[in-house]
DNA sequence: ATTAGGCGATTTTTT
DNA sequence: ATCGCCTAAT
């Protein structure tokens, strides 16, 4: 038991509780993954078959370099462990008792673009317009319904206005339209389960059994269904820790419920609770600052974090003029930081609020030759031409997968069109059979033209031919022959334009991933790289070791943590995001999100805000954050490039006074003449900025919500309580100051 | 049936 | 600014 001596009293006492119930609140840097690696080691030290655990993270990543650590700990005989993401073990226990609940067991996962197209394509069935109700809006419902166990005539039953009716209508059809496809999107991985252990108690009984001690990270992103889940494995044994930081919970808006770990110790009145406070990680100057703004927050469970380590450097606030400057000023601070301490670009991370304003930093670092990663955004598996050719591996795995079939029966193009796709589906649907099934009888077809029957013919046997051949020859064949068979490759090479060059290397680059994964693990099916493809995030990927700078949202930062981090964008309406007034709330989430990004700076934490910034194609003035007034002066040195451009709310006079100043020095090159006056700007002529409440003519009172444009085109969104959102030309508008 | 060109929405965050 | 979707033209 060598190992326990690595950790202080209290984790030693959150390894070492073994039995019961127990809750372990750990802030930032505290050893909270160290905890549950050594937990999981510790039971195996002391006999538990490593088959017997269950270990449930965030994301696969998490898990893997847990599991590494375990095996380093206590050795193969670890391997037996059951630890993954919520949705990869469930996936995985679905794939061995689906069969119960009605499920094949090569059942197709659809992510949220797959649901999307489904719920396209069942409100156009239903005749429900797609301009009047937004399909997205529809699908989140229902997505969120699901994470609430509400279940479509439940749903139904409740609905309060003619949007929710639409959508109930849609959710009903949505589950009927899976299950016909054999297929379950990233709710039914939680839902189904549930259902399946309801009906069915010997199965629960068995895997109680087998789970007789269950871990659970980041317990406060867990949603209803997951706490549900939870509680049915746990209910026998009850041997259950999780981990967790109410402060870190950001997942709201995916429907985690903070109350799974408020009320922990109310579901299990005899839980331990365990406070890890001590931070190994970050200087003590950043952990006041996060510890000092996570205070702003009502809803939390108190915490004294603390840490031995030293005070370190301020914190440094880069006033920028704009996104480029914004840009091109952490590029130089990373220049500046590299070659004062001996530190390699992977120790350097830049987070953001949104994947959009990546590009702006991009295109600094690119233009300054220093390499970077970038974590989220356009996924690969996103790609329309990996989605193409993925609907076809789909296909051949699940014959009933009629929305990856739709995908591809006129791709490339067979003179398959939507009169004939009509027809298929009426003719499928009378015999209760797949869209593929009933292309193979495509003979009894009436009003199809000769050369669709034809192309349904082919597409048909093609499927035929793939399904003989699948079990004779090794998956990365199998995907490359059929992938050569339907002739796209050429097709790109043929286009030569750019656009279809990434294409072509997309389409190569996704058979290499096949081939990658089956060398990986030599039983692996072609089941399994789906599947895999599906649960599998870009962070998970990230290989941490490479030199380059890691660029990612604040969300994909937790977890991790770097020596220099950079915070950008800390504006009003960015970092706290907003498209209209937060409720407190919602304040309160954003402000989690920016503690995560406070602690994972480990020595050096950088803050910047731009004044302007191109959203949407057009220049918007920006306020800076109100959380940068939550951190202290004593522990903040600013760099201000932006003297020129003094605050909104200013005179005219002063303003014009602030033009013939010089800035005190130029940081960066070649981005200081974008700005546009701003003395010479209607908005700033009356004063007007983003929250102003203002009248309007015609249409009343109303309130900004944003600015955007230069003189003349200047525009601002106001939202007026009587007629909605209008978006308004200044210049015209006539907005009068309340 | 395919394609070009115009229009409108889109950007929150993700398993 | 960019992408997807729709319409009109071929």
Redesign the pocket.
């Known amino acids: 038991m060598q190992f326990l001596k690595d950790l202080n009293p209290k984790q030693q006492e959150a390894v070492k509780t073994v039995e019961g119930p127990i809750m372990v609140v750990a802030g930032p840097g505290s050893g909270k993954t160290r905890v549950l690696t050594y937990r999981i080691a510790y039971l195996i030290h002391i006999g538990v078959p490593a088959s017997n655990i269950l270990a449930l993270t ?3 990543r998490a898990a893997n370099e847990m599991k590494e650590r375990i095996v380093q700990l206590v050795g193969d005989k670890s391997k037996q462990l059951w630890m993954g ?4 073990v469930l996936a995985k226990i679905l794939r061995i008792e689906g069969e119960k609940i009605g499920y094949e067991r090569n059942y197709t996962i659809y ?2 673009a797959d649901s999307l ?1 489904l719920i ?1 394509s069942i409100m156009s069935a239903k005749g429900i317009s ?1 301009q009047q109700f ?1 399909p ?1 809006a529809i699908r989140a419902r229902i ?1 969120s319904a699901k994470n609430q166990l509400v279940m479509p005539d439940d749903y139904a039953r409740r609905t309060l206005d003619l949007f929710e009716e639409k959508t109930a209508a849609v959710y009903v059809d949505y589950q009927k339209q899976l299950k016909h496809n054999n297929a379950m999107d ?2 039914d991985l939680l839902l189904k389960p549930i259902e399946l252990f309801d009906r069915n108690k010997k199965t629960l009984e068995k895997y109680h059994d087998r789970f007789r001690f269950i871990l659970i990270d980041e317990y406060q992103d867990t949603n209803r269904a997951q706490y549900i889940l939870i509680r049915l494995l746990a209910e026998k044994h009850k041997n259950i820790c999780v981990v967790g930081d109410d402060a870190q919970s ?2 709201a ?2 429907g985690a419920d903070i109350r799974n770990i408020l009320d922990f110790e109310h579901d299990y009145p005899d839980a331990r609770l365990i406070r890890l406070e001590q931070n190994y990680r970050s200087t003590k100057t950043i952990l006041d600052a996060a510890d000092r703004v996570i205070k702003h927050n009502v809803d939390q469970i108190a915490k004294d974090l603390w840490t031995q380590n030293q005070a370190g450097e301020k914190i440094t606030l880069l006033a920028c003029a704009d996104d480029r400057d914004e840009g091109g000023t952490i590029v130089q601070k990373i220049y500046e930081e590299t070659h004062r301490r001996k530190i390699d670009l992977n120790g350097i991370a830049i987070m953001y ?4 304003q990546s590009r702006a930093i991009e295109d600094a670092l690119r233009r300054n030759s220093i390499p970077y990663v970038i ?2 955004g356009i996924e690969f598996y996103q790609r ?1 031409e990996v989605k193409d050719v993925l609907a076809y591996f789909r296909v051949l795995v699940n014959l009933r997968d009629d929305e990856s079939f739709l995908r591809i029966v ?1 791709y490339p ?8 796709i009509v027809r298929l589906r009426a003719f499928a649907n009378s015999k209760q059979r797949s869209l593929l099934d009933a292309a193979s009888g495509v003979g009894d077809l009436p009003g199809v ?1 000769t ?2 029957r034809n192309g349904l013919r082919e597409v048909s046997t093609l499927f035929q031919k793939y399904v003989q051949i699948k079990s004779e020859i090794s998956i990365s064949e199998l995907c490359r022959s059929l992938v050569d068979e339907l002739g796209i490759l050429p097709m790109f090479k043929n286009e030569g334009t750019p656009d279809a060059m990434t294409r072509w290397e997309n389409v190569q680059e996704l058979l290499s991933a096949i081939t990658e994964f089956s060398e990986r693990r030599s039983d692996a099916t072609l089941e399994d790289f789906l599947q895999d493809v599906s ?1 599998v ?4 990927e990230w290989d941490g070791s490479h030199n380059a700078v890691t660029l ?5 930062a937790k977890g991790l943590e770097f020596p220099i981090v950079f915070i950008s964008g800390l504006e009003e309406g960015l970092l706290p ?1 907003s ?1 209209s007034a937060l409720d407190r709330k ?1 304040v309160e ?1 954003e402000r989690r ?1 920016y503690y995560v990004g406070i602690t994972r700076a480990m020595e050096k934490l950088y803050l910047s805000y731009a004044r302007a910034r ?4 057009e220049v918007t003035y920006q306020t800076p954050s109100r959380f940068l007034e939550e951190l202290s002066d004593a522990s903040l040195e600013t760099i201000n490039n932006v003297q020129r451009y003094p605050a909104r709310t200013h005179h005219v006079n002063e303003e014009n006074a602030a033009r013939h100043r010089k800035p005190p020095k130029q940081v960066d090159h070649d981005h200081s003449d974008v700005m546009p006056d701003y003395e010479n700007d209607t908005a700033s002529c009356l004063n007007l900025r983003i929250g102003s409440f203002v009248e309007h003519e015609t249409f009343g009172k109303g309130k900004i919500l944003t600015i955007a444009g230069v003189g003349d085109s200047m525009k601002a969104v106001v939202d007026f309580p009587s007629v909605g959102r209008k978006s308004l030309l200044l210049q015209y508008a006539h907005l009068k100051v309340l």
């Open positions: 965030f994301t696969n993401t919520f949705h990869s992510d949220s197209s396209k797609t937004n997205q997505s990233f709710d950001i997942y808006f995916r609020r949104t994947n959009a974590i989220g329309k006129n193009s067979r003179g398959i069109g939507e009169a004939a033209t050369k669709a649960l995030s870009d962070i998970d990612m949202t604040l969300h994909s995001f498209n919602e989430e999100l191109y959203r949407f194609g």
